[in-house]
């Protein structure tokens, strides 16, 4: 696999690939304007913007995905002109988009080396096929089993193979749409470590993310899109955090504390368990009481998933000593029978397990609460409609109304809308939920993510009990009242809000 590094030197003045005047509308909606992007070689450029901004519209326009309405593609200088993906791949452009391609049925080897089998007499070379798919996985130092299915891996794990199956093409300049929404931080580390090291040897990255801190960290440029347009492109030395975060979110957001630490007194907390096994997740003690939001860490796929969708009645367990969670005495049987203890779940991987495809944007949010806004089997249409524009205005989720396909939004607005739903159905009864959130503002913007944290804190406030899983630390460090981590396959120390840090928490989930 080492055709993937073989790109040419960086140091020529002209881009790699520059695209001109990009436009492109939606229907009445206008999702790029005019934008014009330079990607050079042996350079990390950051594309930044809120939620809806257009950055994966360009993404897929200069990948040949998509058609332009309007402007021009240069590839070393030459105007191209892509009829589809494979056009752009030749010419060496990958893309990991924001959305994992991996076919789940297919092993992780066959899902890198897709579309390049190593041939022999004819016939797929499967050794060959297995040696370049972990040489490229070596390389990256994943320890990910490459022979097995897909489908048993975290969305986490399944970025990692995206990203190894756009390497696999030997690319010249490589497009990471949210690479690390749903990554940890060990594995983020690892990422730009390798990523560094692809852009020593000429190759241009695209590095797309609402991580700010990793955009300053790793990158060297920093264009800015609001609303379709471009309102910013210069060095990272040349600028600050708050400046771009300004451009992006049109305010400046504010570092808030918004852990309350005011704890409702509660004698029997709504979630205590004892003795309980998850897949091969060992859960020797874990509590939340009302008033709480407690997180859980580990490292990818450490089983936080099946624990908080076992809770949630959509996933076996096994063996408890003690369950104690929303008046019941025993892990729910089923999600409905979760739902009716009010038991919400906010899944993970939304395209997978809670976008409802085919319906729209109102349907999505409604799906949770029909008998809430029913009358004697009959939708109250107007409760319905004004829910609906009240969480949309709420949750400032942009789309062109209720009624628009729930796909057609962008990454961080679908992410909203499923976070809605279980809005809408609780209502002001806050104070008897279990919420239970795994990796709930995944490619949420920073603006939008604060928000969010108000909204998870306002629940809690009200009486709430809150479990959340993140792949951010930071996001633990910001909500949790003390985090639980996952070591060893065991749910081991609680670290309490004094001591929460990345660096902490870095230690304990290893
Ligand atoms: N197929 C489509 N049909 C209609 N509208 C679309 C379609 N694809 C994108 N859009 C709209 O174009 C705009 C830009 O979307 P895009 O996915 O490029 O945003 P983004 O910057 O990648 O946002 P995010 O950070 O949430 O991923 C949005 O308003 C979106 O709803
Ligand atoms: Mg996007």
Redesign the pocket.
Known sequence: MSDCVTAPSGSDAKPLLQASGIAKS??G?R?LSGVDLAVPGGEMLALV?A???????LVKIVCGAMMPDAGTLELGGQTVQFRDVGDAMAAGIAVAH?QVAIIRPLTGAENIMLGREPLRGGLIDRRALAASAQALADRFGVGIDLSLECDGLSLGELKILDILKALATGPRILILD?PTASLTLAETQRLFVFLADLKRRGLGILFIS?HMNEVFAQCDRVVV?KDGRKVHDGPIAETTLQAVVRLMVGRAIEETDWTSHATVADATPPVSLAGLRVGPLDVPELTVRRGEVVGIAGVLGAGQTDLLECLAGAAPGRAARRVRLAGLERLPGSVAEALDHGIYLVADDRLRKAVFRGLSVGENMLTGSLAQISHRGFVRSGVAQSTVRDLIARLRV??SGPHQDML??????QQKVVFARWLARIGGAADSAVLLLDNPTE?V?VGSKAELYALIREMARQGAAVLIASAEFSELIALCDRVYCIAHHRIGTCVPRAELSEDRLLLEVN
């Open positions: 939606f229907g909606n999702a913007g939620n809806g901004a257009g950055k994966s519209t924001q949210e609402h899109l942009k789309c057609q939004l962008s990454g961080g607005n490619g913007d």
